[in-house]
C-alpha cells in the first residue's frame, strides 16, 4: 500500500475505503485511484491524490469558451440571505469566461444605476431589480427563468 498523508481527516477515509474494497472482495487489478476535490464551482475542481505515476494534471479551466446568448439560461433569483435584511438580485447559470461574465456584470448594473459584484459565474446586482434585469438579459439574447418568489 502506499504512503499517503492527507490535508483533511474525511480525505483519508475516502482513500482508506478505496484501498480496503478490493482486498476484502478480493478484487485484483482495479487500475489507478484518482481522488477529486470539488469546489462550489467546477473551476475549483483538482485531483489531490493519484496512484498513477504518470498522471499530469492537464485540463485547461481557464480557456472556457463564453456560450452564445442564445443558448444559454440564466436563473434570475430574489435574495435576502446573508445581505443584513437587504435584497439583492442574483444571476447564476452563467457559461462562459470571467471576463465576459464581469462585462455583462457591469452592464446590468450601469443600465439598473445600481452596486453589485460578479464572481463565482453569478452577478449580484443590488436592490429589487430581478424584471429590468430579466429585461435587459432578454434584449441581449439571454434566455431567462424566473426563480423564487
Not at 450601469?110 to 434585469?133: L, P, Y
Request: proline share 3%; charged share 30%.
Amino acid at each position: 500500500m502506499q504512503t499517503f498523508k492527507p490535508r483533511f481527516n474525511w480525505t483519508a477515509k475516502v482513500v482508506q475505503i478505496l484501498f480496503e474494497i478490493p482486498t476484502k472482495l478480493k478484487i485484483k487489478n482495479l487500475g489507478f485511484v484518482y481522488l477529486c476535490v470539488m469546489g462550489k464551482q467546477s473551476k475549483n475542481s483538482r485531483v489531490v491524490y493519484s496512484t498513477n505515476p504518470d498522471f499530469e494534471e492537464d485540463f485547461d479551466l481557464e480557456g472556457q469558451d463564453t456560450l452564445a446568448p442564445e443558448k444559454q439560461l440564466l436563473e434570475v433569483h430574489l435574495d435576502k440571505k446573508n445581505r443584513g435584511g437587504k435584497v439583492a438580485v442574483v444571476v447564476k447559470n452563467f457559461v462562459g469566461t470571467e471576463e465576459d461574465l464581469k462585462d455583462l456584470g457591469k452592464m446590468l448594473k450601469a443600465a439598473c444605476g445600481v452596486g453589485g459584484s460578479s464572481k463565482d459565474g453569478q452577478i449580484i446586482i443590488q436592490g429589487d431589480k430581478r424584471e429590468k434585469v430579466m429585461e435587459l438579459l432578454n434584449k441581449k439574447g439571454y434566455k431567462t427563468k424566473r426563480v423564487g418568489s
